[in-house]
């Protein structure tokens, strides 16, 4: 019998789901149709800024992210490689955090299984060496086919092995946290996940063409190479960051429609709001990133993003602005290729949902 089996954990039946019934059976309330918040902890809680955070070395992560983890060292004994990628990452990370808080050493250990699970399935050479391939289709709103990197998991996976090298001293760990920087440094059309905006340098949480430009995917890629950077004293990972940041600085605004921001800036038919979700988280990475380097345009940003939060009306606009938007692009991949208006590039159909 395997740990996973030995588990009391509410969905200790995920084993046998992808051994034998190819049907999920988890309790309703805890499966998220793929990927379980047993293991992977609440997909809907707020993301706040971290607690545990060090100015003057790598230590606690910016965001805090441990409602992601709510047993340790689960993850790697079932996810299938090229699956949910962010989600384990950002279950490494949560363990992590765990771990700082005081909550067992069972959390460092499981933040190191995920650790070492990444450096197996890491890419080694090719057009995109150093990345975590996802191999299905992303199932809604954008069409990328696999393999496909994400920045996002590029960066979050970087800042996990940073703080697991620091803990453990295994090489191992540094080597992978530098090799994942590599896919942000090639062109999205090369392999790897770097778009330009207005000429700049942009790490894509989705490689689309035309570029995305996701607003949250690129705070925490940047946040990889601020590790490599601080943890490893890596300066190619220091030099990526702050002409990251300048990226972001100088083109904050265009993700402020004057009463909301949007998620992307992908030529969708409508603008793409940010949901109240990824409003806040927006809100919460711009407070987490003014702490890492401070920028007026940081501050100036939070403050808007702040007020629009706390008004009603914007609340009611934004909500019918999301509501548009998923009516003319849906989640549901067969129902979106029925509308009228369905083109390639807007949506896809896929068996495999995204947790990002």
Known sequence: MTRLQ????????LLAYRQDVEKCICPPDHCLGGGCEACFGSKSAPLLPGVHFDGDRVRGY???LRVRARFPGLVPLWVTPGEWLVATCQAGLAS????LAGDGDDWLTGAIAVGRWLVDQQTRGGSQDGGWQHTGAYAHTFDLRPPW????AQGEGASLLVRLYL???EESFAE??????KPLARPTEGGGVQALLDGRAFPEEYPTSPPSFVLNGAFFALWGCYDVWLGLGDEDAGRAFREGVETLAVNLHRWDTGYWSRYDLYPHPVVNIASARYHRLHVNLLRAMSRIAPRSEFAEALGRFEEYAASNVNR????LGKALFRVVVPRNSIFALRLPWARAGVTRSSAQRSPD
């Open 176 to 181: 992978a946290a530098r090799r994942a920087l």
């Open 149 to 152: 990197l994400s920045a996002m």
């Open 96 to 99: 992590y955090e765990r771990f």
């Open 316 to 319: 009611g606009r934004a909500f």
């Open 167 to 169: 803990e453990t001293a």
């Open 6 to 13: 030995q588990s009391t954990h509410p969905c200790r039946s």
């Open 62 to 64: 910016y965001i805090d």
